[in-house]
């Protein structure tokens, strides 16, 4: 019973952090962290161990796998270098540097103990990076390679963990070939294991479509293959994520729609509960922490320096590897944020500086046997640098994105992105629609069209609608709201009256609950959006080619007369601002207003559609 008030109180304190969090306006990381800390002083809060077990078997693998199947394998493939040089090569390069400096300042330790504390301290935990990265408006690129790293940097941490704490039990050789061996079997099992399991796991998707029933296989996934992984000693996390990653990717193939949005949200509440209770855990260590440390024989100033030495050694030791590895990590021609195929040293900067430490590194340290010496420093040397790049590198990081100038994601991007993808969705259907032979006496598909045509119009006034302008879409938002409000109301009488059975009154409701949950969702982007457009305008955040090149008045272009040349067919038309050329879109064939670009450097076009008068830089990759 005490357990469970235990783990009852820690959830609410957790839920009360992130909602505080939320209301003064810091990651949720950081106040969790801190309060723990504090709560773990205060005489009624039982001490809490963390077991290496309950975190490498109990949280690990179902935050990897959450992180894996909402991760996009396209990016992954995109960026592997970078992520790959990070995960692995950043690891053992602050592996050997922290081993180093441990092995110099604690008289006697042996050096496999010095480089397991290494590998202990060497992981960043994404969690931390991106929770805080979204908060500040990171751009996309740095929050994707933190999230690929994190993939993998904790099988290359826990596999060198493994090999120095047998080189120091001696039941592991001191040998270059022995450790590659040993990297090589755990890799190589982990992708094979992953593998077996995403097409073991794709054979009964494809005959299940209950959604409760898939939703309890995805649970059991990531368990399944790191306990199966660790047992034949290959790389558990590695076994998760290549499985998640493939599921995630295939997911609107394997599954009923139902089954994906019922996996997405049941991932995503387990996801947001073990990560912040993650943080409240880290600090709720440092009571007893604190409480050990009067047991070693290292005096008080030693300890205090070797910690702190520590804590700076594996932050400079990032930054190193990151911007002294930029041209290696991102040598991509077609990078469009690169000059000469690397990004700028701002970017680089925050990549480096992003690099917090998690819960990993005290599960890790509690790998290290209890008859090791010092051991007690080694756990407190783990949760400095824990708390320590929690508190400053992520206080510090707004202010950094802030002081560079480093561009979040635009709305108006994204709102251009979702118009042109949703009208290239519209065509393709369109096409097939002119395909189907259809019996249609009662106009069917003629009302197909216009719906197709209603979703692309909203789509497309995004980026048209200032914020004090009321859209067609934002009108029907608002309307269709109130009347399903009433609709409801309806609903609810008659289900008090007993006139209906209650299966079918909980149907009904479930309909208009999906209809108005895809409504809130769609005017939250359009407010957001227009939002974002408004305030740019306010501060004049644009750049100098847009504030040259304001928007025109000219009536709609009808044909992009490179397409009627080269007989192919636009899907919509973009005009130049600096000369007035008319060519199609990136969702075209042929890409002639691009292409214009390419030709004429001139900057900025706006669309040449009926209603629309958005602008598009392309030097700067503003929309406004």
Same mark, same amino acid.
């Given at each position: 019973? /005490?357990?469970?008030?235990?783990?009852?109180?820690?959830?609410v304190g957790v839920l009360v952090g992130v909602v505080v969090s939320r209301w003064i306006g810091i990651p949720s990381p950081l106040l969790l962290v801190v309060a723990g800390v504090l709560a773990s002083f205060l005489p009624f809060v039982p001490q809490v161990?963390?077991? $290496? *077990?309950?975190?490498?078997? %109990?949280l690990l693998p179902p935050l990897l796998y959450a992180a894996a199947i909402s991760s996009s394998l396209v990016d992954f493939n995109a960026y592997r270098r970078p992520i790959l040089l990070l995960s692995v090569g950043a690891v053992l390069f602050t592996t050997l540097g922290v081993g180093w400096l441990v092995h110099e300042l604690i008289p006697g330790i042996p050096w496999a103990v010095a480089l397991a504390l290494g590998a202990v301290v060497a992981p960043p935990d994404a969690v931390a990076a991106t929770a805080i990265g979204r908060h500040i408006g990171l751009p996309r690129k740095i929050v994707t390679i933190l999230e690929g790293e994190s993939l993998f940097n904790d099988a290359t941490a826990l596999v060198l963990l493994r090999t120095a704490l047998g080189v120091a039990a001696g039941t592991v050789a001191v040998s270059a070939w022995g450790i590659g061996l040993d990297f090589v079997r755990a890799a190589v099992g982990g992708v094979a294991l992953g593998l077996a399991a995403y097409w073991l796991v794709a054979r009964m998707r494809r005959r299940i479509t209950d959604p409760a029933i898939d939703v309890a296989l995805s649970l059991v996934v990531p368990f399944f293959c790191y306990i199966v992984a660790e047992e034949v000693h290959s790389s558990g996390v590695i076994a998760v994520v290549v499985a998640g990653l493939l599921l995630g990717h295939r997911a609107p193939v394997l599954q009923t729609a139902q089954s994906r949005i019922a996996e997405r949200i049941n991932w995503r509440t387990i996801s947001f509960l073990l990560e912040n209770t993650v943080f409240a855990l880290i600090g709720l260590?440092?009571?007893w922490l604190?409480?050990?440390?009067? @047991?070693? @024989?290292?005096?008080?100033?030693?300890?205090?320096?070797?910690?702190?030495?520590?804590?700076?050694a594996v932050i400079v030791l990032r930054l190193l590897w990151v911007l002294g590895s930029r041209w290696v990590l991102f040598r991509r021609p077609r990078d469009r944020d690169a000059s000469h195929g690397a990004p700028p040293w701002s970017f680089m900067f925050l990549l480096g500086w992003a690099g917090m430490r998690g819960v990993v590194t005290l599960a890790a340290a509690f790998a290290i046997p209890e008859r090791t010496e010092h051991r007690e420093v080694l756990f407190m040397i783990a949760f400095t640098v824990v708390a320590g790049t929690l508190l400053i590198q992520g206080l510090s990081l707004p202010w950094f994105a802030r002081r560079l100038r480093v561009p979040a994601p635009d709305p108006l991007d994204d709102a251009l992105a979702r118009a042109t993808l949703l009208q290239q969705a519209s065509k393709a259907a369109f096409e097939e629609l002119d395909r189907m032979q259809v019996d249609d006496p009662a106009g069917v598909v003629d009302l197909i069209r216009q719906r197709l045509d209603q979703r692309n119009f909203a789509a497309w006034e995004r980026l048209g609608t200032q914020a004090d302008q009321a859209s067609p879409a934002a009108l029907y938002y608002r309307i269709r709201s109130q009347?399903? /409000?009433? *609709?409801?109301?309806?609903?609810?009488?008659?289900?008090?009256?007993?006139?209906? $059975?209650? *299966?079918v009154v909980a149907d009904v409701l479930a309909t208009l609950d999906v209809e108005e949950s895809m409504l809130d969702s769609a005017e939250q982007d359009r407010d957001e959006t227009a939002a974002y457009a408004?305030?740019?305008?306010?501060? %004049? /955040?644009?750049? @100098? @080619?847009?504030?040259?090149? $304001?928007?025109?008045? *000219?009536? $709609?272009?009808?044909?992009?007369?490179?397409?009627?040349?080269?007989?192919?067919?636009?899907?919509?038309?973009?005009?130049?601002l600096e000369c007035g050329n008319v060519g199609c879109c990136d969702s075209s064939q042929l890409q002639h207003a691009t292409e214009h670009f390419h030709d004429t450097q001139h900057p900025v076009m706006q669309s040449a559609e009926p209603g629309e008068d958005w602008r598009w830089c392309y030097v700067h990759h503003l929309t406004a």
């Open positions: 019973m /005490d357990v469970a008030l235990f783990l009852i109180s820690l959830v161990h963390l077991e $290496p *077990e309950l975190v490498l078997v %109990g260590q440092a009571q604190f409480q050990d440390l009067a @047991d070693s @024989d290292l005096g008080a100033a030693r300890i205090v320096t070797v910690c702190l030495a520590t804590l700076v009347l399903i /409000d009433v *609709e409801r109301q309806r609903i609810l009488e008659i289900r008090n009256a007993g006139q209906v $059975p209650s *299966e408004a305030r740019r305008w306010q501060i %004049g /955040d644009l750049c @100098d @080619d847009l504030v040259r090149h $304001p928007t025109v008045a *000219e009536e $709609p272009a009808t044909y992009c007369q490179a397409c009627v040349a080269a007989g192919t067919q636009w899907v919509s038309l973009r005009r130049c």
